[in-house]
């Protein structure tokens, strides 16, 4: 499953809240400039970022599941994080 989100926070911040985030449960098997791949018994979930016109950037979150597994739900939850550090008054709703 693939999953977007387009913020204004910096790239570089949403990779260092990847890291701390996956990195807790998850081994980062993968890591580039812009991107980042972690995998655990849950499955394998991949962040990237880039820039997308002026202030913006687009992330992809990026599972090898179907549907709602805990992976799904890990990189849905992780977006909301970063939806929150764009906007700290954001209150997360999912079940997630």
């Known amino acids: ?14 990779l260092a809240e990847a890291d701390r985030y996956f990195g807790r449960s ?18 394998t979930i991949g962040i990237a970022v880039k820039a997308e016109g ?13 549907g709602e597994s805990e992976a799904d739900k890990s990189a849905k939850r992780f977006l909301s994080l970063v939806h929150k550090l764009a906007t700290p008054t954001h209150t997360v709703r999912g079940a997630y």
């Open 1 to 14: 499953m693939r999953y977007f989100h387009r913020t204004t926070v910096p790239a570089d911040e949403i």
């Open 26 to 43: 998850l081994d980062t098997i993968a890591q580039s400039h812009r991107a980042r791949e972690y995998r655990g018994t849950i499955g």
């Open 54 to 66: 002026g202030h913006y950037v687009h992330v992809t979150a990026e599972t090898d599941q179907m």
